[in-house]
Structure formats: C-alpha cells, structure tokens
C-alpha cells in the first residue's frame, strides 16, 4: 500500500469528521458560557460558586481532550513499530468515535480485557485503520443504532470485534468490500476499507466479517499477541 495513499484517506477521515468534533466541543464552551455568566450574577453561595467552577472545568478538560485526540489522528508521523497496548487502543478508539456516534444519534457500547494486552505495529496506522471500519459501522446504522466494541484475548490471539445494528450487506456487496472503489454511498470513495486491510495485514491481522442484510455487521479482527519487554 503506498504510503501516500494511507495519508490521503487518513486526512479524508478527519475533514469528515471535522463537524462532529466542531459540534462537540460547542457544547462544553456553552455549558461554560452559561456557568461564568451565573457566576458573575450575585447572590450565589460560595458552595454553589465552587460546584459551577468544577463543571466548568470538567467541561473544558472534557473539550481539550476530544481536541487533543483528534490532533492526534491528523498528524502525520514517520512509520514507527512499537508495542501497543490495545487496551488503550480500544478506549482511544471508542472515544474518538464517540463524538461521531452522537452526532449520528447512535450509542457505542465498549468492553475492554481486564488484562493488558499487546500488539506489535505503527499506533497511528492502525488508529486510522479501526477508526475508518468504526465510523463506516456508524453511517450503516440509524438513530436507534449501537456499536459495540469489544476487545478479548483468545489463546495467543487478541480478538476486537466491531459490531453494529445496521443496514448489514448482501453476500455481494461483502465480496467486493475491500476492493478499490466500492462504496454505496453519495459521497464514497470506496478507499476507506481498502486501506484498512492492508494496514491490519501489515500487521499479521485477520479480518473475518459477518453481515446480514437489515441486521447487522460483525468485523472480528484479531492480531498475534505480543510479548511484553520484547
Ligand atoms: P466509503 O465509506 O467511502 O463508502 P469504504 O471503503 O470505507 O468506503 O466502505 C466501502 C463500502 O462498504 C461502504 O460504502 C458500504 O457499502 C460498505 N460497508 C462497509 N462497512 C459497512 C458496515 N459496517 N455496514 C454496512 N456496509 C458497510
Ligand atoms: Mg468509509
């Protein structure tokens, strides 16, 4: 896969999902609005004053987090191959997502290991890849939609499953998926999943994908585990 390639459809993933990181920290400056403004407004006990002062800064912590995840995802690094705790991958993930999925009225259910587990490969590429098999799980579904995501060790194995509720595909449509260009949407490019494989392949990931028309889509990918300290 042409490294050229990943870094274009990586910036297409963050102009589309510009507007719903845009409208999520609308929220907090407007919660925060309002709390100065009750602040300044006279009367108010001290105790009071002290509960407006901690939202308003869980508010602003809250919106500097989602802008620092999403810079996070823009930026362009040199290919680096670490060992990744996809514990935190998957907790990043549903997070990132999590502005996407509100502004698409759809819930996202995440359920982590207990135990830490790794996973050898490039941290930013393998963001791109799951974020994009994520936020198209997300445009399958309508407003009573939930993704889930859920992370498990399965013998030497690491298993993240991504699943939704929505519009499924027929065994066609799942052959060609993958394949450059296919896409049903208005605006598709059909390069999204395209570079998602090869990402997870480059990494000696499998993807096994299981859908149905009107029911739903299930992306187990699973990765060798990683030795810790190598
Ligand atoms: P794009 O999102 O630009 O269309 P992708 O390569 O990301 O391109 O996806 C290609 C096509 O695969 C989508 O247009 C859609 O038809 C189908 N697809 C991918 N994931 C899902 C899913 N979870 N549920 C239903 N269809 C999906
Ligand atoms: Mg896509």
Same mark, same amino acid.
């Given at each position: ?16 999902? $510009?507007? =719903? ?5 609308? !929220?907090?400056? #407007?919660?925060?609005?309002?709390? +100065?403004? /009750?602040?300044? *407004? ?35 690094? $040199?290919? =680096? ?5 996809? !514990?935190?991958? #998957?907790?990043?993930?549903?997070? +990132?997502? /999590?502005?996407? *999925? ?129």
């Amino acid at each position: 896969m042409q490294e050229e390639m990943i870094r274009s459809e990586r910036m297409k993933l963050v102009s589309e999902m $510009a507007a =719903s990181v845009a409208h999520e920290i609308r !929220n907090p400056l #407007t919660t925060v609005r309002g709390f +100065i403004q /009750l602040l300044g *407004a006279g009367g108010t006990s001290a105790e009071r004053k002290r509960y407006y002062e901690k939202i308003c800064l869980e508010e602003l912590d809250r919106a500097q987090h989602i802008i620092t995840d999403y810079l996070s995802l823009a930026k362009t690094e $040199a290919e =680096s191959i670490e060992m990744i705790n996809i !514990n935190q991958e #998957t907790d990043y993930l549903a997070n +990132i997502l /999590l502005t996407y *999925a509100n502004y698409n009225n759809v819930k996202i259910e995440v359920r982590t290991a207990e135990e830490p587990l790794f996973i050898v490969g490039d941290k930013h590429k393998l963001r791109q890849a799951l974020i994009n098999i994520g936020k198209n799980a997300i445009e399958a579904m309508s407003s009573d939609g939930v993704l889930s995501i859920d992370l498990q060790k399965r013998g030497q194995t690491v298993v993240l499953k991504i699943s939704d509720n929505g519009v499924g595909m027929t065994p066609e449509q799942l052959n060609r998926l993958g394949s450059p260009y296919f896409s049903t949407k208005d605006k598709g490019t059909g390069l999204g999943t395209m570079v998602s494989f090869s990402i997870i392949k480059k990494m000696d990931g499998k993807i096994d994908i299981r859908s149905q028309v009107g029911k739903g889509t299930i992306f187990e990918i699973s990765f060798p585990e990683g030795n810790q300290g190598v």
